[in-house]
């Protein structure tokens, strides 16, 4: 039974960083795609962005590009988030999810394996 375990979440000034990351308890390459996702109160899930474990097949939501950068290091079994140019409607709970198929960002389907979620504020 994998765990993701995110962590790396704060409170930061707009125009801020933060680099959030998501620690593996397997190896992220047996997984095909790994994915950040947020939730803010009263609002859907959104996909963030995502890639493959092993190409550099990479989605980032409109809301995010130029801003956020989603990279992974296998040997670590680690998954990362930097997220630059923070702005106050980024603020939500972000949660690192892993995926042994195929996946559809929007809805999260193909998305079998969820961490617990890490928390940022921007203010």
């Known amino acids: 039974h994998v765990q993701l375990v995110e962590s790396g979440g704060g409170s930061v000034q707009t125009g801020g960083s933060l680099l959030l990351s998501c620690a593996s308890s397997g190896y992220t390459g047996s997984f095909t795609y790994m994915a950040w996702f947020r939730q803010a109160p009263g609002k859907e899930r959104e996909g963030v962005a995502g890639?493959?474990?092993?190409?550099?097949?990479?989605y980032y939501a409109d809301s995010v590009k130029g801003r956020f950068t989603i990279s992974i290091d296998n040997a670590k079994n680690t998954l990362f988030l930097q997220m630059s140019s923070l702005k106050p409607e980024d603020s939500a709970m972000y949660y690192c999810?892993?995926?042994?198929?195929?996946?559809?960002?929007?809805?999260?389907?193909?998305?079998?394996?969820w961490g617990q979620g890490t928390q940022v504020t921007v203010s």
């Open positions: 890639r493959h474990t092993k190409v550099d097949t990479i």
């Open positions: 999810a892993a995926s042994f198929g195929s996946v559809n960002y929007d809805s999260g389907q193909g998305f079998g394996v």
